[in-house]
């Protein structure tokens, strides 16, 4: 089992940054891809980054390429979104999740996933 934690959320006017950690814990995350998913109110859980087990391969949304960075640290156990240029369409409860395999997937299709943190852009 993988328990993963997430942190960083908060409060930001548009325009700002966040940078949104995942500490997981119970295995080593070397061998498990990891990715990033929002939900906002009403709606689904919305794909937003992904990234491989060594951090090179990484798949982003189109609505946030250019302003979100997905990395790892693989010696931490620990997964990164960097979010610049936040904008309001950006609020929503930020999860991050694991699987154990080599292909980088930017479905829900995930076995582990954290509690979520929130994530809130005023105008």
């Known amino acids: 089992q993988v328990q993963l934690v997430e942190s960083g959320g908060g409060l930001v006017q548009a325009g700002g940054s966040l940078r949104l950690s995942c500490a997981a814990s119970?295995?080593?995350?070397?061998?498990?891809?990891m990715g990033w998913f929002r939900q906002a109110p009403g709606k689904e859980h919305e794909f937003v980054a992904a990234?491989?087990?060594?951090?090179?391969?990484?798949a982003y949304a189109d609505s946030v390429k250019g302003r979100f960075t997905i990395s790892r640290d693989n010696a931490k156990n620990t997964g990164y979104l960097q979010m610049n240029s936040l904008k309001p369409e950006d609020t929503a409860v930020y999860y991050c999740?694991?699987?154990?395999?080599?292909?980088?997937?930017?479905?829900?299709?995930?076995?582990?996933w954290g509690q979520g943190t929130q994530v809130t852009v005023s105008s």
């Open positions: 999740a694991a699987k154990e395999t080599n292909v980088v997937l930017t479905t829900t299709a995930y076995d582990f």
């Open positions: 119970g295995r080593t995350l070397s061998t498990y891809i």
């Open positions: 990234v491989g087990r060594r951090g090179i391969s990484a």
